[in-house]
């Protein structure tokens, strides 16, 4: 049974929050880039972007990352995956970069994330800013920042819509 658990102003206010924390963590904006994995963090970072743009006046580096290939599930899939575009700004080395992604669940993801933004350089720190944390988490990994923490069983389903255009975002939980 699906259940919207967060409307669009929720998930404004979250990325309002989210934005404050960043800075007020890393004293500013300067040395950041955030990378969205794709494809639910690369809206989401972009939001996130714009956010921090119009609290510190500046223009923060926004990258896209795309983890097909690092995947620890690759050869157990029957489709290949379809490889999305990878664009990384500028040099990630001695930069505090922070990964970002819709949904945190038992944390693969964000490993794959991190092998495959190592293959770019050395950042100085990765953090991690998630919309939704459900638990779950199969490997020790943490978000540095989260919209909402959801309470969820193993086999619920979490669908994030986030709209570019119209604004038309929500998270939906489906309920087995």
Do not use: W
Request: charged share 30%.
């Amino acid at each position: 049974m699906p259940r919207e658990i967060f409307d669009n102003s929720d998930i404004q206010r979250a990325i309002r929050r989210m934005a404050h924390e960043i800075i007020e963590k890393n004293k500013g904006m300067e040395n950041l880039c955030l990378v969205g994995i794709q494809k639910g963090g690369v809206t989401l970072a972009k939001k996130l972007a714009s956010q921090i743009d119009s609290i510190e006046g500046g223009r923060i580096e926004v990258g896209t990352l795309d983890i097909s290939f690092y995947r620890d599930d690759i050869n157990t899939k029957e489709e290949q995956p379809v490889v999305k575009r990878t664009d990384i700004p500028s040099v990630i080395n001695e930069k505090t970069v922070i990964l970002i992604d819709d949904v945190l669940f038992t944390g693969r993801s964000i490993r794959a994330a991190m092998d495959a933004l190592i293959d770019f350089g050395r950042p100085a720190q990765i953090q991690l800013a998630v919309l939704i944390d459900r638990g779950h988490r199969q490997l020790p990994i943490r978000a540095d920042y989260a919209g909402k923490n959801i309470p969820t069983s193993f086999h619920d389903r979490v669908e994030v819509t986030l709209d570019e255009e119209e604004g038309k975002d929500k998270v939906v939980l489906f309920s087995e």
